[in-house]
């Protein structure tokens, strides 16, 4: 029986590193991932490991490269582990993902954790050249107006309400995609989420799906390395809780929380 596609590698290795400065410190807190592809077919069919890199010096790799070559460019460290995996001899391709937890600054030298969100860099070589991907994920918004949905089809089975005006809440996850790196991939990483967040609080919207477009729109207006941008906004439903059952009339300001289920929206904004 043949073989078909097969890889292997070490996920979510966890690495901080201290960013010493004069007057003020930084702090970088990563989890990387390796996925390498290559001829390792007989370590399937035919139990040779002769070929395959054990995942275990992956992971002793990231932290000894970390040392000197981790810093705030995300993107610059996946380079480099992308092209050190590629130069050993039995691997034709890397692909490396790194996902940063973000700390806010509290004072020169600390540090406030404990939110959701997430920086996210992608860097997949192989001998033809590299693809880049910049992104976040669990970026949580809310605004309290400013967004409708109405004109929607409605069948047997539709009991949703049309609303001119309503509460959205989302988790932002967002992908760009880079043709060559930004000389200051931090510096770009802020501004598409400064972008994304400004369209959201400040742009009307038709819909989810409405929102999404058009902060795809004021990314690639903003931030001309970016090719492309994807999204995925689960929408965080807040539905008016029905006070009437109390002899209460219902004002429009208390809300029931709803994890699931979910509206789940995706899409992909492109250049001309």
Known sequence: ??????????????????????????????????????????????????????????RNTIYALAQDHLTDDLEGFAEVLAHHFLGRETVDETDITISQKMWQRGSPTGFLGGGSERRIARVVRDTAGSSRVAGLEGLVVLKTRGSAFTGFPTDEFTILPETEDRLLATSISAEWTYPSLPAETTRTWNLVRSTLLHAFFE??????????????????????????????????????????????????????????????????????
């Open 1 to 58: 029986m043949p073989l078909t596609d097969n890889r292997w590698g070490k996920s979510e290795v966890r690495v901080s590193k201290l960013l010493r400065g004069r007057d003020a410190d930084d702090f970088v807190d990563v989890s990387v991932s390796v996925l390498l592809r290559g001829d390792v077919a007989a370590a399937h069919t035919e139990g040779d490991n002769a070929n395959v890199l054990p995942t275990d010096t992956m």
């Open 203 to 272: 742009d009307w919207s038709a819909s989810v799906q409405h929102q999404g477009y058009l902060m795809g729109q004021a990314v690639l207006a903003a931030v001309p390395e970016a090719s492309e941008i994807s999204f995925r906004l689960p929408n965080q439903h807040h539905l008016p809780f029905d006070l009437t059952r109390f002899g209460m009339t219902w004002d429009d300001t208390v809300f029931h929380p709803v994890s699931e289920p979910f509206g789940d929206i995706y899409l992909t904004v492109t250049r001309d």
